[in-house]
């Protein structure tokens, strides 16, 4: 639906980004990015915006300690399942 973001996918797109190039033997290529980004967006709480002032909102709760852990620790999951089980040959 045009107008609606789902604030998490930036926060997995970031911790991917971040976590990713740590890991040089885990396959990075879009598609096995896309399968661990998926897979962490399915375990995670969805937090739609569709304003300016809603995203912001959304990004300073997502700033907390907290809320920053629980991001990284299920990107790291799915990192970890989805290198374990590829989608392509290695």
């Keep these: 639906m045009e107008g609606l973001k789902?604030?998490?996918?930036?926060?997995?797109?970031?911790?991917?980004?971040?976590i990713l190039p740590t890991m040089p033997n885990v396959c990075s290529c879009e598609k096995c990015r896309?399968?661990?980004?998926?897979?962490?967006?399915?375990?995670?709480?969805?937090?739609?915006?569709r304003t300016d002032t809603g995203a912001l909102?959304?990004?300073?709760?997502?700033?907390?300690?907290?809320?920053?852990?629980e991001v990284m620790t299920t990107v790291m999951n799915a990192i970890n399942i989805i290198s374990a089980h590829p989608k392509h040959d290695t």
């Design 34 to 49: 896309l399968d661990m980004a998926s897979f962490a967006l399915n375990r995670l709480t969805p937090q739609y915006v």
């Design 57 to 69: 909102f959304q990004k300073l709760n997502n700033s907390s300690q907290q809320a920053e852990v």
């Design 6 to 18: 789902n604030m998490m996918e930036e926060a997995v797109e970031y911790q991917l980004n971040k």
